[in-house]
């Protein structure tokens, strides 16, 4: 299957400033989800805006869905991969929820009768249809975060790239947001998420990708990204607590099974699998 994103040795340094992005080759399937993780600054929102045109990558360096991003109107390119920003205030513009949601749709030139739904059933899925009409200023920063997320929901592009979406959100709502982004996924949506919240990253990514000073460092399957501890160190990077703990549980049990443990559900048939071994050990 052709990947829907194909980086080809992207570098980028900002006006006066250091390199900021070393030689990056990247490629994505149609239908993954990837996180993007790696310390502040290392890259990761400027390695994203070029996927969506707010930075211009060199000629031929960066496609997504067949198109060369260079080469492509930013209008064009926002049909198939939308972005939701790391600070809302960045995206919301109108003096109400609805007019806010409904200003892609607009601009996409969708008629009337299509937008309302739309606009609806995004708000809906973020939970804020109450709000509609609520000026998104006099929102709290997670409610702004959601009206940021239901305007790129409702555009339905094959990718969606989500900066930190669940910043400013409390535990119901970091886990109705990834449920949500989680379900998109399996409509077929190829996700791209950036977070700092490891636990967020070995609940919903398949595939990890860190990136360190501007570089990838890893790639791949979350359960062997989070195996590469000293490599994630590197990056500052630590596996989620129940990780950490099952690898310290591991050594003085010396069991023969050492599995990367990514959630508590997880840990607990581990457990389970340890007792068994260690009753059988001990009936020998
Ligand atoms: N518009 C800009 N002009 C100049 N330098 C910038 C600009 N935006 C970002 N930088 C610098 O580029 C580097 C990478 O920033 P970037 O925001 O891409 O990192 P990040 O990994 O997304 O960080 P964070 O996790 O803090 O959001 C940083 O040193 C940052 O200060």
Not at 38 to 64: D, E, F, S, Y
């Amino acid at each position: 299957m052709n990947p829907v994103i194909k980086i080809d040795g992207l570098s980028f340094g900002y006006e006066f400033g250091d390199s900021v992005l070393k030689d990056i080759y990247l490629e994505i399937s149609p239908g993954e989800m990837v996180a993007l993780v790696g310390q502040n600054g290392a890259g990761k929102t400027t390695l994203v805006k070029h996927l969506i045109g707010l930075l211009r990558p060199p000629a031929g360096k960066v496609r997504v869905a067949d198109l060369d991003v260079a080469n492509t109107r930013v209008s064009k390119l926002s049909r198939q991969v939308g972005y939701v920003f790391q600070n809302p205030d960045h995206q919301i513009f109108h003096d109400t929820v609805q007019a806010e949601v409904a200003f892609g749709l607009n601009n996409l030139g969708l008629p009337r009768e299509e937008v309302e739904p739309r606009v609806t059933a995004a708000l809906s899925d973020v939970g804020l249809e109450h709000l509609a009409n609520e000026n998104p200023q006099r929102l709290s920063r997670g409610q702004r975060q959601r009206v940021a997320l239901a305007s790129v929901l409702a555009l339905r592009t094959p990718v969606i790239v989500l900066d930190e979406p669940t910043t400013g959100q409390d535990y119901q709502e970091r886990k109705q947001i990834m449920a949500l982004v989680e379900q998109l996924n399996k409509a077929g949506h190829t996700i791209v998420f950036i977070t700092h919240d490891m636990s967020l990253v070995a609940h919903y990514a398949s595939r990890v990708v860190v990136l360190c000073q501007g570089q990838i460092i890893l790639d791949g399957d979350t359960r062997e990204v989070f195996r590469q501890t000293d490599k994630l160190a590197e990056s500052l990077l630590l596996p989620p607590q129940v990780t950490v703990l099952a690898n310290q549980l591991n050594e003085p049990l010396n069991t023969s099974v050492s599995p990367v443990i990514l959630s508590v559900d997880e840990m607990q048939e581990y457990l389970q699998r340890v007792r068994e071994v260690k009753r059988n050990g001990a009936g020998d």
